[in-house]
């Protein structure tokens, strides 16, 4: 069956070829939908026949929302730390400790039945892709576990088994990054397409981090790197060395870091709202922007640093907080994603690609900042289903 949705008022295509701008912006437009792919994108009058025919009533089309960073696999939440936090006392790594002794007590069942709750919920704010790391587990069991939960929902799952030191390991952190690279690893490659590590203070250090990217690689998981989130540090020099599809926060990056990441092939990935729960400084989009950076926008969503799933969220705060304009943020928060998770079939609205669609209930994605915290969504498909 093919579908034609018309009438769409304003249609991101991503593609600058297609239409005015970075985001190929198109005005009275029109996609026909193919199967679980996108056959025709255009101006309405020119519009071939379909099937079907969907009328967008003047509203704005979007690619759907490509979340690129984002641990749904976990127990419990952690309102307390968050309470506390926001009456006066500083986010420290050692948290995640909390939600690892949750996730151990839980059932697989109810560890499923939580990324099925969070994924629905990305779903309804408009995100079709979501990436999804293990790292609450933090034994070779818990975290093959999680990784095959995960594995059930999407294939961009991530072996996070170094996102922080395991408890019972506390004085022995060199012995946990054997674990990491050794056995744990053997356990989790098959269930993951992505390594990633903690880069951090209180985490794992240059030296660390760069034995579980490379074991991890030697297992055909491509490196992403959760680095410079909380201080300034080696991961980011790291991720472009080691050709990370990613370095995810980039909150504090020297000019060098800039540098490197602009003549890299290394997306930065920002993620706001983990600056937003933790009320810390934003990273500096607009510096790797001019720099020539290529960035994504994420949500980071976990129970200690940003429980959100909301990427129209992001986008808001991108544009308020860190100087991104609405079409850098909308691009980041699809295409950008996308590039983070080296996918082309994703995050754009172009011939050939898969038919993840969001409708907007306003007539620009310019809503998406002017209008925050608004519920907007009209539809969405995905893989050329009608999901909402
Ligand atoms: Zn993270």
């Not at 991101?12 to 070829?17: E, F």
């Not at 099937?51 to 309102?79: K, Q």
């Not at 990217?213 to 989130?229: C, D, E, W, Y």
Request: glycine share 10%; hydrophobic share 45%.
């Amino acid at each position: 069956m093919s579908l034609l949705i018309t009438n769409i008022g304003s249609l991101v295509t991503n593609d600058p070829a297609l239409g005015e701008g970075p985001l190929g912006l198109l005005a009275d437009a029109a996609v026909v939908v193919d199967g679980e792919r996108i056959a025709w994108v255009g101006p309405a009058a020119a519009a071939p026949a379909a099937d079907e025919r969907y009328d967008a009533a003047g509203r704005a089309l979007l690619p759907g929302f490509v979340d690129s960073h984002a641990h749904l696999v976990f127990a419990g939440d952690r309102t307390a730390e968050f309470n506390a936090r926001m009456s006066g006392q500083a986010y420290t790594a050692g948290g995640i400790r909390t939600t690892v002794a949750a996730t151990r007590a839980a059932t697989d069942a109810e560890l499923d039945a939580n990324v099925t709750r969070f994924l629905a919920e990305a779903l309804r704010q408009g995100t079709t892709t979501v990436e999804c790391k293990s790292g609450y587990g933090l034994t070779v069991a818990d975290e093959a576990r999680a990784l095959r939960i995960a594995a059930a929902h999407t294939p961009e799952t991530t072996y996070l088994g170094a996102h922080v030191v395991a408890p019972e390991f506390a004085d022995d952190p060199a012995g946990y990054v054997d674990l990491v690279t050794g056995e744990m690893l053997d356990a989790c490659a098959p269930h993951a397409r992505w390594v990633d590590v903690f880069c951090e203070r209180g985490a794992f250090d240059g030296d660390q981090a760069r034995a579980v990217l490379t074991a991890g690689a030697k297992r055909g998981l491509t490196p992403r790197v959760h680095a410079n989130q909380l201080s300034y540090g080696p991961g980011v020099q790291l991720a472009v060395e080691l050709g990370a599809a990613s370095a995810d926060h980039c909150t504090h990056l020297t000019d060098e870091d800039v540098a490197a990441l602009a003549g890299s092939g290394t997306v930065a990935t920002l993620l706001p709202g983990a600056e937003f729960s933790t009320r810390a400084a934003y990273p500096n989009a607009r510096r790797l922007l001019d720099a020539g950076a290529t960035v994504a926008l994420s949500t980071d969503c976990n129970p200690g640093s940003s429980f959100t799933t909301s990427m129209a969220f992001c986008v808001a705060v991108a544009v308020r907080e860190m100087a991104m304009t609405p079409d850098e943020a909308v691009h980041a928060a699809t295409e950008g994603g996308a590039r983070a998770l080296r996918r082309t079939d994703v995050g754009r609205v172009t011939p050939g690609g898969r038919a993840d669609l969001l409708l907007l209930d306003a007539p620009s994605h310019v809503h998406l900042a002017y209008r925050p915290g608004v519920p907007l969504t009209a539809a969405v498909w995905r893989a050329g289903v009608r999901a909402l």
